[in-house]
Every structure is written in C-alpha cells, then in structure tokens.
C-alpha cells in the first residue's frame, strides 16, 4: 500500500544530518517519545556519530518538559509517565531544568521557557523534521537550515488548529495518486480533511508533511497536546539553489 524510497534508510552510507559518513542511525522520532511496544519498522536515518549523540539530553529535557505539563506536575513524584518519572528522579540537574519553568495557575500547570530551554526544544524539533525530510526528499538536511515553532494544540484558535490540522489538500492528493506516501511504510495513518497524518503511535506521536510555498513544511504532534511545526529557514539558499553554484 505504502513505498517508501530507501534514500538515507538505516543503511545508507551517508548522515542524513551533515553528509557525513555514517556510520550508525537514529530513530524518527527518538524511541524516548514513544511507549513500549514500539511501532514495527519505526522510521529512522542514517547519521553519524556526532549527529546521534548529540541530542540525546535535549530529547530527554523534551519529553520530561512535556510528561510534567501533562501530569500537571510540580515535582517529578507527581509525573504520571514512568519513563519520565523515574528520568527526573534519577537527574537532579534535568528536574531543575524542567521544574524551575513551571507554574501553576487556575487551570493548570504551564512552563515558562527561557532562550536556553526554548533553543533545546527547537534543536530536537529541528533534528526530527530533518529526519523525516530527509527521508521524503532522499536529500541531507541541515537541521541547523530549519525553524521550529510550537503550541499546546489546545490554546490554539480555531482557524489555528484548522490550518494545522489541514494543510494543503491539493498537495496531499498529488503525493496520494503517485503513491509515493511521503509516510512511514505500515504505519497506521488517518485522513483529516483530505490531509494524510500519519499516525506512528496512538496518543504519542503523529506527522504530516505538508507543501507550504513550494517547500515541504513538517508537522507533528506528541501525546496530542504539542503541536510542532519545521520549515526551511527562507534566508537560506534552497539545496537545489546551493547545488548549482
Ligand atoms: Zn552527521
């Protein structure tokens, strides 16, 4: 039903990151987002060693950041997740990170993040969508050439969630009648509004990628609450605009 091209596939010989040679690969997302039993044929890359671990803390500093939001937690006792709870108990220094930002209000508990917290989320944001660029266009990208933005699903507005939610139909159905799914082989996917979101586990992590102004724009949200979106940095030259120099 689904072909994916194999460019930057675990073994291939490149990193999908920098264009080095690679000699490992990485799950897309990182295994840390996802709930044993893990999908079958997760998505991954193949990257260097560099690349591969030079995120692991800033995944961690993510997925805690957003167990707490969602546990409404003060303090790593009060993290519903396991995985995040027994991570927070075990690292003083990453439960300082995360609960110095937390505040309670009315409705519940919301982080404040400075510029160091707010760039270690983008840097992961940025590593994920590059993953997955790099697998639906067979090209190195850069995570450093991409911007990240983000929200709670929920404090979105309606024409908001809409847009997110729906994308550019036209596109979706070109992508769709080549069969080339620009989606994880055997994931489970679902159409909203004409727009395939491809679901690698239910409650923890979906993606789309989505044709915004001729280039591929990717969003995906974790545990439905948030939202992400990567594009190319437009003050950068575009790879096929760099190739022909
Ligand atoms: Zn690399």
Same mark, same amino acid.
């Given at each position: 039903?689904?072909?994916?091209?194999?460019?930057?596939?675990?073994?291939?010989?490149?990193?999908?990151?920098?264009?080095?040679?690679?000699?490992?690969?990485?799950?897309?997302?990182?295994?840390?987002?996802?709930?044993?039993?893990?999908?079958?044929?997760?998505?991954?890359?193949?990257?260097?060693?560099?690349?591969?671990?030079?995120?692991?803390?800033?995944?961690?500093?993510?997925?805690?950041?957003?167990?707490?939001?969602?546990?409404?937690?003060?303090?790593?006792?009060?993290?519903?997740?396991?995985?995040?709870?027994?991570?927070?108990?075990?690292?003083?220094?990453?439960?300082?990170?995360?609960?110095?930002?937390?505040?309670?209000?009315?409705?519940?508990?919301?982080?404040?993040?400075?510029?160091?917290?707010?760039?270690?989320?983008?840097?992961?944001? @940025? /590593?994920?969508?590059?993953?997955? *660029? #790099?697998?639906?266009?067979? =090209?190195?990208?850069?995570?450093? !050439?991409?911007?990240?933005?983000?929200?709670?699903?929920?404090?979105?507005?309606?024409?908001?969630?809409?847009?997110?939610?729906?994308?550019?139909?036209?596109?979706?159905?070109?992508?769709?009648?080549?069969?080339?799914?620009?989606?994880?082989?055997?994931?489970?996917?679902?159409?909203?509004?004409?727009?395939?979101w491809c679901n690698v586990q239910d409650s923890r992590y979906r993606y789309?990628?989505?044709?915004?102004?001729?280039?591929?724009?990717? @969003? /995906?949200?974790?545990?439905?609450? *948030? #939202?992400?979106?990567?594009? =190319?940095?437009?003050?950068?030259? !575009?790879?096929?605009?760099?190739?022909?120099?």
């Amino acid at each position: 039903m689904v072909e994916q091209p194999d460019l930057f596939g675990p073994k291939h010989k490149w990193c999908a990151y920098c264009g080095g040679h690679a000699t490992t690969s990485s799950h897309v997302p990182g295994k840390l987002f996802l709930d044993e039993p893990f999908p079958v044929n997760l998505l991954s890359v193949s990257s260097c060693e560099r690349c591969n671990n030079g995120l692991s803390n800033d995944e961690q500093f993510l997925m805690c950041l957003i167990d707490s939001v969602l546990s409404g937690a003060a303090g790593p006792a009060e993290v519903r997740r396991l995985r995040s709870r027994k991570t927070l108990e075990r690292d003083l220094r990453l439960s300082r990170l995360v609960h110095d930002v937390m505040e309670k209000t009315p409705t519940g508990v919301i982080a404040r993040l400075d510029p160091d917290r707010l760039s270690r989320v983008s840097k992961v944001l @940025r /590593f994920i969508a590059a993953g997955h *660029l #790099a697998r639906a266009t067979g =090209r190195t990208t850069r995570p450093d !050439s991409l911007l990240a933005g983000f929200m709670p699903l929920e404090t979105m507005t309606e024409p908001q969630k809409v847009d997110f939610e729906r994308g550019q139909r036209h596109w979706q159905e070109q992508v769709l009648r080549r069969g080339r799914l620009l989606v994880q082989a055997n994931a489970p996917y679902f159409v909203y509004a004409g727009v395939v979101w491809c679901n690698v586990q239910d409650s923890r992590y979906r993606y789309s990628l989505v044709k915004v102004n001729k280039d591929l724009e990717v @969003r /995906f949200v974790f545990s439905e609450f *948030l #939202a992400c979106r990567v594009w =190319r940095n437009p003050a950068l030259p !575009s790879p096929a605009k760099r190739r022909r120099r």
